[in-house]
């Protein structure tokens, strides 16, 4: 008999407009002692059922699998499964020749919240965001094998995403098969994935349709990718005939990894260098290097208590950024902090623009790509915001 969660009068409003999460602020009383990562059904009031999730401790008390009174078994995640696979092959990302990395399930975008699987070839990467979906790990990477075609290989990782206050002690490692071959191709352009201890699964899938994008606007460009990480946006560059490519990272490592992708699909091409440095350094002094330049940090802010100096960060980066691009440059720009909305984002950057006195116009306003889709209940899930910017 799972435990059930009874909500304040009122507080079922939510549910019943589908938003998959229950606040602990919301519950009237528990039936039951359900411990972290357990199954609970929610009712209202008056007992009406409402959903069944996965139990957790802090702010978010639930997170709902179904708005159904279902058994949540294998068979639940295997259809789960089945229905994300249906959709990534619908929208031309699965079973494509120039292209096997995407993202399979996105947490509620795909009705599986605080579940994370990214796919490599023939490896799916796991991440667990909560403990319920850690206690059903191996259940899912059996339900992925099954359900995938060509999928061989699951591997864990999640030392890094689950709720450090849970003590689970998880390992990342592989739950099915192993493999030692690293190399996976989007849109055709073969690249190193460091699974195994890069950041989040091993790649950021999220940029995609972005580099395309920037491949498109390189042709005869002077390109400078900042934040370069593995090297994508500066891939896709080069493909699309830049006069130049220049990737920087604080990161060492990543350096390597930029240079191994160029050198993977370009060889030992001269239009290309890299450097391992601090961002703001690199930018003190390009005086007009660049007519095509790339801001791709990692997440300024991941709380609303630092979010001011978050949106202070964005707009020193771009300032930088616009005090050094060429006339006639164009700028890419992006924010992955989910608590920084559009509209604080855009603001700081054209605040960047204004002090440095240039006249800017938007051409693109980005999001992340369709295979991390956004529940229409649940709008916390657009995290990816990014501009495309004229500079005259």
């Known amino acids: 008999m799972i435990a059930t969660i009874h909500l304040k009068a009122k507080k079922e409003e939510s549910l019943l407009r589908f938003h998959p999460w229950v606040f602990s602020g919301a519950i009237a009383r528990i039936d039951g002692k359900p411990a972290e990562g357990d199954l609970v059904e929610v009712i209202d009031r008056n007992g009406n059922f409402l959903a069944v999730g996965h139990y957790q401790i802090g702010s978010i008390a639930v997170r709902v699998l179904s708005f159904e009174r279902e058994t949540i078994d294998a068979q639940f995640y295997r259809r ?162 830049a006069k130049s490519v220049h990737s920087v990272d604080s990161s060492a490592k990543a350096i390597e990894l930029t240079n191994a992708n160029i050198a993977l699909n370009f060889g030992d091409d001269a239009r290309h260098q890299s450097f391992a440095t601090d ?37 020193k980066l771009n300032a930088k950024a616009f005090e050094q691009i060429k006339s006639g440059g164009i700028l890419f720009t992006f924010s992955c902090s989910q608590v920084v909305t559009k509209e604080q984002f855009r603001l700081a950057v054209f605040s960047a623009a204004a002090q440095c006195k240039r006249s800017v116009r938007i051409l693109h306003q980005l999001t992340q790509p369709a295979d991390h889709p956004i529940n229409i209940y649940h709008p916390e899930g657009e995290y990816l915001k990014g501009l495309v910017l004229y500079v005259e």
């Open 279 to 315: 961002a703001f350094k690199f930018l003190k002094d390009i005086d007009g290097k660049y007519d095509l330049i790339i801001l791709d940090p990692p997440a300024f802010a991941k709380h609303k208590e630092v979010l001011r100096n978050a949106l202070q960060g964005y707009r």
């Open 80 to 241: 789960k499964i089945h229905e994300a696979y249906l959709e990534r092959i619908g929208i031309g990302l699965a079973q494509q020749p120039k292209n096997n990395i995407y993202r399979l399930v996105h947490g509620e975008g795909d009705n599986l919240p605080g579940l994370i699987v990214d796919i490599y070839g023939s490896t799916a990467v796991m991440q667990a965001h909560s403990v319920g979906m850690h206690h059903v790990r191996n259940i899912i990477a059996e339900a992925l094998v099954q359900e995938v075609d060509g999928l061989a290989n699951v591997y864990y990782k999640s030392e890094g995403t689950l709720p450090y206050k849970a003590a689970l002690e998880p390992e990342d490692g592989y739950l099915i098969g192993k493999n030692s071959e690293d190399i996976a191709t989007e849109n055709g352009l073969k690249l190193h994935i460091d699974w195994l201890k890069g950041q989040k699964t091993g790649f950021f899938i999220d940029q995609r349709e972005n580099r395309a994008l920037l491949e498109r606007y390189s042709n005869g460009r002077d390109v400078l990718n900042m934040f370069c990480y593995t090297g994508g946006f500066s891939c896709y560059a080069m493909r699309g005939n």
